[in-house]
């Protein structure tokens, strides 16, 4: 029933910029928060930001991309993007968006689209 498909990834250059998107189905952002996590080969999934929306509308960032990256929302369109700025090589991997447990930030994700992969060259 929940549904998410990801976009907006390609290959930049070191400083450059990209816009991720994310649509849901059978998740209201306008309730629940959401967040996303990114994958790289031979690496360990890494948090990335997570949407309060529950509480105050307030994002959490992981420290490898507090300032760079920026995490909103469309609640008509029930979608979640994430702005990155200023990438940098080790940005590089698959991004994902996702539904943590309970709805809310802090807790592990259950649910995830397909992802769509970022790759940032020197």
């Known amino acids: 029933q929940v549904h998410f498909v990801e976009s907006g990834g390609g290959s930049v250059h070191s400083g450059g910029s990209l816009k991720l998107s994310c649509t849901t189905s059978?998740?209201?952002?306008?309730?629940?928060?959401i967040g996303w996590f990114r994958q790289a080969p031979g690496k360990e999934r890494e948090d990335v930001s997570c949407l309060r929306t529950s509480i105050n509308g307030n994002a959490l960032y992981g420290v490898s991309v507090e300032g760079r990256f920026t995490i909103s929302r469309d609640g008509s369109t029930n979608t979640v993007f994430l702005q990155m700025d200023n990438l940098k090589p080790e940005d590089t991997g698959r991004y994902y968006c996702?539904?943590?447990?309970?709805?809310?930030?802090?807790?592990?994700?259950?649910?995830w689209g397909q992802g769509t992969q970022v790759t940032v060259s020197a």
């Open positions: 996702a539904a943590p447990r309970w709805k809310r930030c802090g807790y592990f994700y259950e649910k």
């Open positions: 059978g998740y209201s952002l306008d309730r629940n928060d």
